[in-house]
Every structure is written in C-alpha cells, then in structure tokens.
C-alpha cells in the first residue's frame, strides 16, 4: 500500500504544477502589409489577420504561398510561436503543406518569459 500511496501523491504533486507559456511580443520591422500580418499570425490575432487582409484586399491563397516572415512561411511563423488559430486558418490556402505538431512540447514545464521578436518580410 506504501507504494500506491506514494504513486498517486507523486503523480497528483507533477499534473498540479502550473505549466506557463514563453509569451512572445512582435515588433514590427517596418511598415509594411506583409509585416503587420506577420505580426497578426504570430500574435494569433485571427481577426485582426483577416482585417488587414481584407482592408488591402489581399488574395489568402497568394499570401499563405508567398509571404515570408523573418526567413519561414506565414503559417510555419505562427506555428512556431504557437499561434495555432491563425496557422490553422492560413493552412487551409496553402499548397502541398504539412502540419508536424511536437505534442511533447506543450506538456513539458516552462517558465514565464516574454521574448521580444523583430519581425521582417523577406
């Protein structure tokens, strides 16, 4: 019984660790269409990304395509600073993509951080 005991304590003490996120702030490089929907993907600001998209008219297609952000693709970008939302959405125009989602990473115990980002459109 000692053992189970000390099982479940062990496991109640691990699963009730707060788990906190690095949170990222973007800083727009310049003034450009294509930085501040870099800025609105990796913020996941999904609705402030298609506003913009909508005010300049701008084709989803093309942009999930074409748009590089600081060197990767506009989905890729977002996907890496875990602006899933936005990935999502801007996965559905884009050609022959592939999705690989590190599961292990979201679980594991981080701390809270803000990491400052400067945003480019190559």
Do not use: W
Request: with cysteine; net charge positive.
């Amino acid at each position: 019984m000692g053992i189970l005991k000390l099982a479940i304590i062990t496991s109640l003490t691990l699963s009730s660790m707060a788990v906190t996120a690095t949170t990222y702030k973007f800083i727009p490089g310049n003034n450009e269409v294509g930085t501040k929907l870099c800025v609105e993907a990796g913020s996941n600001d999904l609705k402030g990304y298609r506003s913009e998209m909508r005010s300049h008219r701008l084709n989803n297609r093309r942009i999930a395509n074409n748009l590089t952000c600081n060197g990767e693709n506009v989905a890729s970008f977002a996907e890496r600073y875990n602006a899933l939302k936005t990935a999502a959405h801007i996965n559905k125009f884009r050609k022959n993509r592939v999705t690989i989602t590190d599961l292990a990473a979201n679980k594991s115990p981080q701390t809270s951080d803000t990491e400052v980002i400067i945003v480019t459109v190559n």
